[in-house]
């Protein structure tokens, strides 16, 4: 494209726009799939909310409707932990087949095909619950893989759709759904349970991702210059701001032999388990928390719970949006940005928590601190969560999927080590499960900020010709 057909930015608008059209529809599309990994951290309160064993003759006519309408099991604390994490596995196992397969095969076929499958197995999940809680455990898993896939995916989205001085806001706003749909289940899915019963809790969100995925399919297309309705204007803006697209159609090689000496992608690595590991264990945990902290009903403790995610979407928004403005203005070099918002991504929250430990001495101060250490970890969206990008833009989805292996184990452990310390320790089980994430994000972030980079490294770079 010839210079003086370039556009400036300030001539494009940003929010009415196909670009952050697609954001937004991603957004959603995350806010359907921690919908559907999330709803059952509280309706696991109503499944197991009983003592009493299976078939009881004395029962009330009531007691036995509501006994149908929800269903009650006596599943053990380890059990619970199991069931929560297991859908981890199944993440895990989907993240670097995906993101490699991403620079091969159609994006919009492999996003809407996941989340479709993801939302029939959450139909399943309370029929899976009947049979016994093996199934429970194997359909979550199975679960897990599509919701994987389109995890990793979906940011591959961006290097044909995101300008470069967009790349925060876009990144951040699309990734923000993962922050906002904890938010949103758990401010309903109290009053689900209490009106309808939990099992319309998985139907309902199984339902919208269903619907969504139709949507995904008739709306969405994978290249600026293929969009039937996108303008002129905004399209030779971005082809002309991106220097560096790969085919999605071109079998690349990667340098694994690079990528293993490769420092930075080290520490990138390092600080994805720190920030999945206190990420997961503080969305999973906080109503289980709220449970043990403060003893409210399950409709006020899904709304206690909601808060810590909404302010960490709107926290992560505000965090992608002041990075593009920090690097369009040259206020920061780039490297600097990304360590300063991961440096708050992982500082703030071991701060509050600790904030939590020792100085919440009423129900106020309590909820104060529990949505400061919950939210603040969402500033990453501005350094963590988009330097891979940064350093290798060529190798994006492989090394996306490599680096949410890494940091979806980090969420695993988390996961069952606290489950494991819940069960076996009466007397400070949490300040132990705390002190150990705080730990974790301080031993990530002083790597982070040694060896930090945000430069497009060798090994990364179109002339590369040396491949394992």
């Known amino acids: ?99 490699y397969l991403s620079g091969i095969y159609s994006l919009k076929k492999m996003i809407g095909f996941a989340l479709l499958f993801s939302s029939l197995f959450t139909l399943l999940l309370p029929l899976a619950a009947e049979f016994g809680e093996i199934l429970v455990i194997i359909c979550r898993v199975i679960k897990g893989m599509f919701q994987g896939i389109t995890l990793t995916t979906q940011q591959v989205i961006w290097i044909k759709w995101a300008p470069p001085l967009e790349l925060g806001r876009l990144t951040a706003l699309s990734l923000s759904g993962l922050l906002l749909g904890p938010c949103i289940v758990l401010l309903i899915t109290g009053f689900i349970c209490d009106s309808l019963g939990w099992p319309m ?37 971005i082809t002309s701001a991106l220097t560096q697209q790969v085919s999605s159609s071109t079998l690349i ?74 690097q369009t203005r040259n206020t920061f070099s780039l490297v600097t940005i990304r360590k300063l918002f991961t440096s708050l991504g992982l500082l703030l929250p071991s701060l509050f928590s600790l904030c939590l430990l020792y100085l919440s001495s009423n129900f106020y101060a309590t909820i104060i601190f529990l949505i400061l250490a919950n939210s603040t970890g969402s500033f990453a969206m501005g350094g963590l969560m988009i330097n891979v990008l940064d350093i290798a833009p060529r190798y994006y989805g492989f090394l996306r999927g490599v680096t949410n292996v890494i940091g979806l184990t980090g969420g695993l452990i988390a996961s069952t080590v606290t489950g494991i310390i819940l069960s076996e320790d009466a007397e400070s089980p949490w300040l132990k499960i705390f002190l150990l994430m705080i730990a974790n994000n301080m031993i990530s972030l002083i790597f982070y900020l040694i060896f930090g980079k945000a430069e497009v490294q060798d090994w990364a770079k179109e002339r590369q010709n040396t491949y394992l």
């Not at 269903?71 to 087949?97: A, C, D, H, K």
């Not at 949507?215 to 210059?225: A, V």
């Open 201 to 237: 809790v998985f139907y309902i969100f199984g339902a919208c991702g269903c619907a969504l995925s139709v949507l995904w399919f008739i709306l969405f297309y994978e290249d600026p210059k293929d969009h039937p309705y996108i303008s002129i204007r905004e399209k030779e803006y």
């Open 253 to 326: 090689k990667v340098p694994i032999k690079a990528m293993l000496k490769s420092t930075p992608l080290w520490v990138i690595s390092l600080c994805n388990f720190a920030f999945f590991w206190s990420n997961t264990f503080l969305s999973i945990y906080t109503p289980i928390y709220i449970d043990y902290k403060l003893r409210v009903d399950v409709k006020e403790n899904g709304l206690l719970s909601s808060l810590p995610h909404l302010f960490a979407w709107i926290f992560g928004v505000l965090a992608g949006y002041m990075a593009d403005i920090f």
């Open 1 to 99: 494209m010839q210079v003086d057909n370039q556009v400036s930015p300030r001539k494009v608008p940003y929010f009415c726009s196909i670009r952050y059209g697609i954001a937004v529809f991603l957004l959603l599309c995350n806010v359907i799939i921690m919908s559907q990994r999330v709803c059952m951290s509280l309706t696991m309160i109503a499944m197991v909310n009983s003592t009493e064993p299976h078939g009881l003759s004395n029962t009330s006519t009531k007691e036995l409707q509501d006994n149908i309408k929800n269903p009650v099991y006596n599943w053990s604390t380890e059990i619970q932990g199991i069931m929560l994490s297991s859908i981890f596995y199944g993440v895990l196992i989907s993240q670097i087949p995906a993101g």
